[in-house]
């Protein structure tokens, strides 16, 4: 189990590595399908020359993102050496659902497509069964695994290549080792562990002698997604010269209008004295973020406690129409509850969407 915790505590800094600048896509993108072929083998207790199971399999995956993804594989194996034969066509299958962490993307950062070689580690725990006719009358290994179902915990890594003008394809290579435990056989007398290690209750987990060791070769394929590409779409830089600039053009704008005018454009109630630009603090995002940095953080510390503020919140046109709204809501609200927490009134927090064509990923706060 320590080793599920240690993957999972880096799973989420991969998670958290990419959570601010990344485009934000729907539910539909980023999603994978593929097929896989190899050969299998018990960890111990066998021949090499003999003991070799072919298998093939399949795989679905999603993309969260850059860093970290999901994945279902299903995989199918028509023996089950060095024990007996079973007598079916396929005698076993492991399902597994993982997490994958692309450990390119971890230490080098993703660009904003792939890169031609990449290598992600998976883990993960699944359902092994194994097929075949039991025999009352028979106390060989084949009758001991007939039918058995284990739990399974899948260890690996891919060695890919990206290809295609979209790099929408890939060919992987994956090693991993397999563990089967927390099983029951057919029989309830305990079974000794070892080159016939099949599965009782008491098996401990992550044992060497209850498990295989697979090498897969692998093919995907990259569904198109929403925006037009196969991959992440995502910025290294929080802002380009010209995000600054359409900024400083809504500033200078603000500043030659009528206070009335800014009054109805800024707060949705009512203000009966006049706003200058010294009454506003404007706070600015990376895109598709609702996080508030320091330089933000420095900027609402200069509004006093006690004092009231009415806040609304934007985003810019790129992206769907309702999860801007969602996200200009979200950095109203953030802003709103940084501010309550230092002493300081809100009177109001609303999310008004996509209000130029230009980027304006801002919360705007009226001191009053």
Known sequence: MKKLFVLFAVSLLGVSAFAQNYERSKFLDNWSVGV???????????????????????????GITPAFGLAVDANFYTGIKPYDNLGTMIQASNISAMGTLNLMNVIGGYLGTPRLFEITALYGVGWMHTYGHDSESSRTTAALLGRVNKISSKIGADFAFNFGADKQFQVYLEPSINYLF?????????????YNAVSNGAQPAYNIDNSYLQLNLG??????????????KYSDKKYTQADVD??????????????????????????????????LVFVTFAQGSSWIGSEAKEALNTIPEGRHVQIVGTASPEGDADLNQ????????KVADYLKERG????????????????????IVYVK
């Open 219 to 232: 093919f995907i394929y990259k569904f198109r997604n929403s925006n037009g590409t196969h991959n992440f």
């Open 182 to 194: 927390l099983g029951g056989d057919t029989y309830t007398e305990p079974v000794e562990y070892g």
């Open 326 to 333: 969602k996200l200009s809501e979200d950095r109203a609200n």
């Open 36 to 62: 896989n072929g190899g050969v299998a083998i018990k960890t111990t207790g066998s021949n090499f020359g003999e003991d070799l199971v072919p298998s093939f399999g399949i795989r679905a995956a999603k």
């Open 246 to 279: 359409a900024l400083q053009a809504e500033i200078d704008a603000l500043k030659g209008r009528k206070p009335e005018t800014i009054t109805k454009e800024i707060v949705s109630d009512p203000i009966t004295k006049e706003i200058n630009v010294s009454d």
């Open 344 to 363: 300081v009134i809100v009177d109001s927090a609303q999310g008004l969407g996509v209000q130029s064509s230009t980027s304006n990923r801002l919360a």
